[in-house]
């Protein structure tokens, strides 16, 4: 059992809204500088970014998760997490063809671009992906569950795109097994608020559009990682966020 320390909400220059410099050699950069082990990338309505990302997080290091904050139709951001690359790559494929195909204004939005292992950039998203998708809240969770990931509710306490806000609370359908917060000394305020969140465990995630946004490792989650790998680990984290084992003895993740 080792306790690791994570940021699972990270946005690339994929994002509109996020830095030109967040490139993927640049996260994972920044995250050995922060003290992270575990690191997701999480662009909106996209993962296009993450197979550079593994390439980057392995030479230095890192163990990569590839994500995406996906948008539902509620205009609700959601955490969405995969066990392999390959998962996150095909409810990339899904996503895509349910987006609104509104073109992007780069001077107005920001740029979308993919980069490759290099950091060299060999595209540029087309549609603009902070738009919401025509995927239902229910609908998002079921695929991403059904894909073997894990699904619940970003920054529940942020008015924008939060699910408090959008909603009033957190619904009991889907049910969700943990939740994201952008500030951990706002928990107790958000346990009391919405009872079905009262059990469940969070992680407290940066959301990061800048470098310097980053987490620097206060948040972490004890997991088993024997016999070690970065695909172990990664198998770990997802079960521990579906609350499938039990965390042990290390630090609770809630304290």
Known sequence: MREYACDLHVHSCLSPCGDDDMTPGNIAGMAVLNGLDIVALTDHNSSKNCPAFFRQAKAQGIIPVAGMELTTAEDIHMICLFRTLEDAMAFDEYVAGRRPKIRNKPEIFGHQTIRDENDEEIGEEEYLLIN??????????REVISR??????????????GIVAM???????????????????????????????RNLPRVVSSD????????????????????YSSALVRN????????????????DPNG
């Open 208 to 227: 990061a559009h800048y470098l310097w946004n980053m987490s620097e490792g206060d948040f972490k989650i004890p997991l088993d990682d024997e016999p």
């Open 167 to 197: 909603l009033g609370t957190v619904p009991e359908d889907p049910p969700f097994t943990v939740f994201e917060l952008n500030d951990a000394a706002n928990e107790a305020e958000y346990r009391e608020k919405c009872p079905v969140v």
């Open 132 to 141: 919401a998708a025509d995927i239902s809240l229910e609908e998002g969770w």
């Open 236 to 251: 770990r984290l997802i079960d521990w966020l579906l609350g499938r084992p039990t965390p042990g003895k290390g630090t």
């Open 148 to 161: 073997g990931g894990v699904a619940y509710p970003a920054h529940i306490d942020r008015p924008a795109n």
